[in-house]
């Protein structure tokens, strides 16, 4: 073989050195067992997951939009339901359109089905990333530790549009990543898939538009010479490549104004949509080390520091192991990682610190924990994954008792996660790590349960109790009850039973349904009659205040409602 020969076959091997495995592997096997067992495991736990605070208004405005097409753009009711024409609707018109296939299944159980799903996709595509990138281990490891990462499991349920954010931004990003490999001149397949899930998440959520800078990243990093020794030729490159991205643009507008009319209006509106959530000022509170702030004027880190207390250790050690192993030279050499690898494992690193990065620098408005950046949780999985799979193989070119042991230690700290979340079901997305003590470290100091996902459980043992003690329900029981909530009203009206009755008038109230999140519970004294608890910590209280107590100044207060 001449030496030209022998130069164009080295290259050609490193630049498909981490193409992944087109084999079927035992891990592969492994990674679909995985998804099948969470799928069951959502459709035989999706009704112990209540309504969440917004999800009514969400599926009302998902109503509005179909009338808005079904009345030939006329009905304008779509543009002036409170701020919701500044999301898209995409989620929430998939919802309404299975109720409507499916009446005999309640709309919001649809909604959870849904959104679970949804999250295990999101599971799927953060697998389908890892193996990638580092192959059918790493697939794995990924889908294993963002199954046990309780923010994600907890959330998949009814958090209805940070969790198919987060899932489609997921997806995305390993299309992209396919098509930087044959850039300037990607595969169709892979610019459409990209353009099709960017498309998804631009129909849920204006953060979307980061993957249309994400696909101009991950091009500026597959030039394949550095971008000064040939300047003409690297503005070739990229000008071929976003040439080539142009469909995918195309689509994703296309899906975006299809679920979000208020964005086709004017090709501006999604910019205004960024800067009015960057100006939102609604009286909304939230807690931060003991501290409750406004929404607005929450500490700079906040968010970051919600992430560092809530995602498992494991998965934070591995992702800080990756990225420094493709920051340091020497580390990458050692682990035999290709210039390839290096080059995506740092595209996902960004996906995951970017947003983090303008949070603190632009000091945005905050609530509600870490729940609006749920779309970085499955980048740190990616790379955690990669990271651990690494380890392991590094000890097992050493001996395989090593090897061994890297395995069963990975198996362990995943596990030791996975009974924390078993311990906390169905209320995983409250977990805390060890930084903070766990959940009752945290208890006082951060936010719990803010979408009252408590509610449901909380009406059951009310009504057990009234059953036992008042025998309320059986014939001849005509008593009614009025119960105050710490929480939404319809999320209540859709699970009591009819003797029990929401009541605005806290003050009126004959009992008192409350998480403890932020106190709430303290807004009414009475005698706690229900006690939802999990490692030890009161999660959520039920208060008869039919007993002689003392009212506070504000009877019909709300303060803590998200």
């Known amino acids: 073989m001449t030496n030209l020969g022998q130069d164009k076959l080295n290259a ?15 891990y592969d096997v492994a990674t679909v067992l995985v998804l099948a067992a969470l799928a069951v495991l959502a459709l ?5 997951y209540s309504i969440s605070n917004d999800e009514w208004v969400q599926h009302q405005y998902g109503a509005l939009i179909l009338a808005y097409y079904k009345s030939g ?11 919701l024409y500044l999301y898209g609707g995409l989620f929430d018109i998939c919802a309404v359109l299975l109720s409507h296939a499916f009446p005999a299944i309640d709309a919001y159980d649809l909604r959870h089905i849904l959104c679970a799903f949804i999250g295990i996709g999101g599971i799927a595509a953060t697998a389908a990333t890892a193996r990638l990138i580092a192959g059918p281990r790493a697939g794995l490891i990924a889908a294993v530790a963002l199954a046990i990462c309780g923010s994600w499991y907890g959330g998949m349920f009814n958090h209805t549009k940070d969790i198919p954010l987060a899932a489609t931004m997921m997806a995305s990003c390993y299309f992209l990543i396919r098509a930087s490999r044959d850039l300037p001149s990607p595969r169709w397949r892979d610019v459409l898939g990209f353009g099709f899930f960017a498309g998804c998440a631009l129909g849920i959520k204006v953060l979307g538009l980061l993957l249309i800078g994400y696909a101009g990243i991950i091009t500026l990093l597959s030039i394949p010479q550095p971008v000064f020794v040939d300047l003409r030729a690297s503005s070739v490159f990229v000008f071929r490549s976003m040439l080539r991205f142009l469909p995918a643009f195309a689509l994703a507008y296309v899906m975006m104004i299809a679920a979000w009319p208020w964005a086709g209006l004017s ?11 960057a100006d939102f000022h609604y009286n909304i509170h939230t807690i ?4 409750i702030y406004d929404m607005a004027h929450v500490p700079a880190l906040y968010v970051p520091v919600y992430l560092l207390i809530k995602l498992p250790l494991v998965n934070m050690l591995a992702a800080a192991f990756t990225i420094a192993a493709t920051l340091i030279p020497f580390m990458a050499r050692g682990l035999g990682w290709s210039s390839r690898r290096r080059i995506e494992v740092g595209f996902v690193a960004f996906t ?5 990065a303008c949070q603190v620098i632009g000091h945005g408005p905050a609530f509600t924990g870490m729940r609006h950046f749920f779309f970085v949780l499955p980048p740190v999985a990616v790379l955690a994954a990669v990271g651990l799979d690494a380890t392991i193989h590094w000890f097992g070119q050493r001996s395989r008792a090593l090897a061994i042991a890297a395995v069963a230690s990975v198996a362990v700290a995943l596990g030791v996660n996975a009974d924390t979340l078993y311990r906390l079901h169905p209320y995983e997305y409250l977990v805390y790590n060890d930084l903070v003590g766990g959940l009752p470290g945290a208890t006082d100091r951060y936010v719990t349960d803010y979408w009252v996902n408590s509610m449901n459980p909380a009406i059951d043992q009310l009504q057990n109790y009234l059953e036992r003690t008042e025998g309320a329900g059986v014939p001849g029981h005509h008593k009614l009850y009025k119960v105050a909530v710490c929480g939404e009203r319809y999320a209540f009206i859709n699970h009591a039973k009819p003797y029990l009755v929401w009541w605005k008038n806290w003050a009126e109230a004959d009992f008192f349904i409350s998480p403890t999140h932020m106190h709430c519970e303290r807004e009414r004294e009475g005698k706690v009659v229900v006690s939802i608890k999990r490692l030890g910590v009161p999660i959520a209280v039920v208060k008869d205040l039919r007993q002689p107590r003392k009212v506070p100044a504000v009877a019909t207060a709300e303060p803590f409602l998200h």
Request: aromatic share 16%.
């Open 12 to 26: 050609a091997r490193l630049v498909h050195a981490d193409a992944p495995s087109r084999a079927f592997t035992p």
């Open 288 to 291: 931060f080390e003991g501290t």
């Open 44 to 48: 035989l736990t999706f009704r112990q």
């Open 73 to 83: 753009l006329t009905d304008g009711a779509v543009f002036h339901f409170d701020n």
């Open 352 to 356: 995951m610190a970017y947003p983090l």
């Open 267 to 277: 090709p501006l509106n999604p910019i205004r949509a960024i800067f009015s959530f």
